[in-house]
T-cell receptor
Framework: KAGVTQTPRYLIKTRGQQVTLSCSPI?????VSWYQQTPGQGLQFLFE???????NKGNFPGRFSGRQFSNSRSEMNVSTLELGDSALYLC?????????????FGDGTRLSIL | DQQVKQNSPSLSVQEGRISILNCDYT??????FLWYKKYPAEGPTFLIS?????DKNEDGRFTVFLNKSAKHLSLHIVPSQPGDSAVYFC????????????FGTGTRLTIIP
């Protein structure tokens, strides 16, 4: 069974640009969550999508947005990139995102802002 | 406000001995807890979880203990193997609805051969 797939694996952008990251969940999983990992900060929750709707949102500015398609694939967009957006962006999927269901992670997209 | 804390950034353990990783939380609404293991350049891998209705859950070499009154959980790895060297993250969520996972900052475990 294929795991969570994230593309691209690495990305270099400059300040002010915008970027789109992609995530394909495990087949059958309908909940997709996004996290940002920076050194010393652990994983910070960005948002969660289920059935093409954003169900949960973390404390990130509006420059961070996402969407989910009917096949459960998800994209995350960051506009007007800042140096502080350099991080590993991780996507995780679970069956329904409810109760005692573990989330399964992809290998992430490493975003570097110059 | 760090609601899930892993106070030990690193831990070194001899191969074959027990590794104990600790995690504290402050939010009493958390009632589902997970441990993830992360190798460099890979995403976190789910290891084991525990619901607040239990105080222990075991899976092979991995055991998680939950002390609700102390708001503390620990992961025991016995016996420790070189492949266990990784960063371990503790995570918590509210087991109602569709709450997000709140992660600790991780503990780097090094197993010494």
């Amino acid at each position: 069974k294929a795991g969570v797939t994230q593309t691209p694996r690495y990305l270099i952008k400059t300040r002010g640009q915008q970027v789109t990251l992609s995530c394909s969940p495990i087949s059958g999983h309908r909940s997709v969550s996004w996290y940002q990992q920076t050194p010393g900060q652990g994983l910070q929750f960005l948002f969660e999508y289920f059935s093409e709707t954003q169900r949960n949102k973390g404390n990130f500015p509006g420059r961070f947005s996402g969407r989910q398609f009917s096949n459960s694939r998800s994209e995350m967009n960051v506009s007007t990139l800042e140096l502080g957006d350099s991080a590993l962006y991780l996507c995780a999927s679970s069956l329904e995102g409810q109760g005692g269901q573990p989330q399964h992670f992809g290998d992430g997209t490493r975003l570097s802002i110059l | 406000d760090q609601q899930v804390k892993q106070n030990s950034p690193s831990l070194s353990v001899q191969e074959g001995r027990i590794s104990i990783l600790n995690c504290d939380y402050t939010n009493s609404m958390f009632d589902y807890f997970l441990w993830y293991k992360k190798y460099p350049a890979e995403g976190p891998t789910f290891l084991i979880s525990i619901s607040s209705i239990k105080d222990k859950n075991e899976d092979g070499r991995f055991t998680v203990f939950l002390n609700k009154s102390a708001k503390h959980l620990s992961l025991h790895i016995v016996p420790s193997q070189p492949g266990d060297s990784a960063v371990y993250f503790c995570a918590a969520k509210k087991n109602i609805g569709n709450e997000k996972l709140t992660f600790g900052t991780g503990t780097r475990l090094t197993i010494i051969p």
